[in-house]
């Protein structure tokens, strides 16, 4: 389910020490083989967390006359890390989707020939390696590892972590999920939770398309819960955590310990607030309309951003105020090189023109460890806000004020846009040791923000 890859991050960072090394030995791994056949690196982490619907051992009181018939991806998700690490994206695929499956080995051993089917029976017929392997020849997105949690498994984890708060905007009581509850809010326990991740008809439109929105900005809700919570700062909550979660997944066998330790290291700096939750674009499929299929163009166009780490951004939250936006055609910037690396000051220059602000000058200051952005105390009413507008497009998103007037350095002018630059505050970006890169500028279309969950998302809708 979709709390899984907290589980694997919270492992990684706590890897290094002999006692969980020790406890993280015990996680069951499988083998991953899709073929030879696969997309390209692309510096980015991508993977697949499965939520698997068996009814075998002790998820038969989901149904016990299932048990014995197979698993399917009760849900299917991707999480995708950019390659600077500096936000996250949960790319979740309906399991009622008709898709292009290819030739596939089955669990039997057995050839599976290619051929439309619903992509959920991909994990049901194939297994893991052939939902890689539908899911890559769909995307053309390489996927580097997999974590798989059950009913049970899911269940254990949301206690381990103390439960969940959750929104209800009108009272439930679904038997078949096993949850009856008021309307408003409730902090959920594993039983609770399962039942609220699974139910289809009681809330929303009955549709596996509202039941992932919600399942979303549950994944945002468990990742708050995780890294603010105060989970890594108490050694019994911890540990509890720690030994459900070993028990409740299973990852492929290259998600060592050394490997979880490298990835939770890469992100230590994201946070949930850089978590963001979208639905890939689909369509009603015209044979059947109670299933679907991928809304074409919206839907390549989408993969190909993935591809080149375009970041997802969620539309502004309807009634909440905001400051005027700065358009990155007002601000006037200064490049600097405090590296000591030459020609940066050049290329930083040409990624931020190429994202529409207007580059004056470029050049060379002493150097700094820190990355530094700088107004004039004349401009200090406005200066902060043009300031914040460079500041949101660096990959760490942070802004260090400085005290004084912009420093006199010796630089060039840049660009014929330099003679045309608007009358605003000019602010002055100083690259330090600790640059952290340029943004990709976000082209998700507008039809599809409105989609975005993130931990702004009001729950209680």
């Known amino acids: 389910m979709s709390v899984v890859m907290t589980v694997v991050l919270v492992a990684g960072l706590l890897g290094a020490y002999g006692y969980y090394r020790y406890l993280l030995s015990g996680l069951v791994t499988v083998p991953i083989e899709p073929g030879s056949n696969r997309p390209p690196e692309t510096g980015a982490l991508n993977v697949l967390l499965v939520g698997s619907d068996s009814r075998d051992g002790d998820n038969k009181v989901y149904g016990a006359k299932s048990q014995g018939t197979g698993e399917r991806t009760d849900t299917i998700m991707l999480l995708h890390i950019a390659p600077n690490r500096d936000n996250a994206t949960v790319i979740s695929f309906p399991r009622d989707t008709m898709v292009q499956i290819p ?4 669990r039997s051993g057995a050839v599976l020939p290619a051929g439309i089917r619903q992509i959920n029976s991909a994990f049901n017929d194939g297994g893991i390696n052939c939902t890689i392997k539908t899911l890559e020849s769909l995307t053309n997105i390489k996927i580097n590892h997999f974590v798989k949690v059950d009913f049970t498994g899911f269940k254990s984890i949301i206690d381990a972590i103390g439960g969940i708060e959750i929104c209800l905007p009108k009272a439930v009581n679904d038997p078949q999920a096993k949850l009856q509850l008021a309307a408003g809010k409730h902090v959920v326990n594993g039983e609770q939770a399962l039942g609220y991740v699974r139910t289809r008809y009681s809330l929303g439109d009955g549709s596996d398309l509202s039941r992932i929105q919600r399942q979303q900005v549950f994944l945002t809700k468990v990742a708050e819960k995780v890294t603010d919570g105060g989970l890594l700062t108490d050694p019994v909550r911890l540990n509890g955590f720690l030994q459900a979660a070993i028990g409740a997944v299973t990852v492929d066998e290259e998600l060592t310990v050394d490997r979880m330790l490298e990835i939770a290291n890469s992100v230590r700096g994201l946070t ?3 978590l963001k939750g979208i639905t890939v674009p689909v369509e009603p499929y015209p044979p059947d309309t109670d299933r679907v299929q991928f809304a074409q163009p919206a839907a390549d166009n989408f993969f190909e951003n993935v591809r080149n780490d375009v970041e997802v951004t969620a539309a502004p939250v309807p009634g909440k105020s905001a400051a005027p936006k ?9 490049v600097l090189n405090a590296t000591g690396e030459q020609g940066k000051a050049g290329q930083v220059a040409e990624e931020l023109a190429a994202q529409g602000f207007v580059v004056t000058h470029v ?4 150097p700094a460890a820190t990355t530094t952005i700088r107004y004039a105390k004349k401009d200090a009413q406005d200066g902060p806000a043009y300031g914040d507008a460079v500041a949101a497009r660096l990959s760490k998103d942070k802004r260090t004020p400085v005290e004084g007037k912009i420093k006199p350095l010796t630089m060039e002018p840049y660009g014929a846009k330099a003679a045309k630059a608007p009358g605003g505050p000019v602010v002055q970006l100083v690259i330090g040791a600790d640059w952290p890169g340029v943004r990709v500028q976000s082209a998700i279309p507008d039809s599809l923000k409105d989609k975005v ?3 702004s998302t009001n729950p209680c809708l």
């Open 326 to 334: 700065i358009e990155h055609s007002q601000v006037r910037v200064q």
């Open 272 to 274: 949930a607030k850089e």
């Open 363 to 366: 050049g060379n200051a002493a």
């Open 453 to 455: 969950v993130d931990t």
């Open 103 to 106: 030739e596939c080995e089955g």
